[in-house]
């Protein structure tokens, strides 16, 4: 994930010609630039989001959740979309028992 933040910041700089910074972080170093930890910080962000989003479909895929001999005995009746928008809101999924 590093690389990649480096290889966003490196270019980044370069567009703002930049060319000695962007060199520095190309070769592995300016981990303390602010564009490197920017880049850093919006990966992590975005993985996070990536995941709660992965979760919430792991959810909805599992057969479990949606069979049951009754219907309304199925989590999918009660859950009417919960995870989903859990996910979308930013919350975790073990949040939900508290809603």
């Given at each position: 994930m590093l690389d990649q933040a480096r290889e966003l910041a490196a270019g980044f700089l370069t567009a703002r010609g930049r060319e000695a910074e962007a060199g520095i972080v190309r070769q592995g170093g300016g981990d303390d630039f602010p564009e490197v930890r920017l880049?850093?910080?919006?990966?992590?962000?975005?993985?996070?989001?990536?995941?709660?989003?992965?979760?919430?479909?792991?959810?909805?895929?599992?057969?479990?959740?949606w069979d049951a001999d009754v219907p309304e005995a199925a989590l999918a009746y009660h859950d009417q979309g919960a995870v989903a928008r859990a996910a979308l809101a930013g919350r975790e999924l073990f949040e939900l028992h508290r809603d």
């Open positions: 880049a850093l910080a919006f990966q992590q962000a975005n993985r996070a989001k990536l995941q709660r989003y992965e979760r919430a479909l792991h959810t909805y895929a599992d057969t479990s959740f």
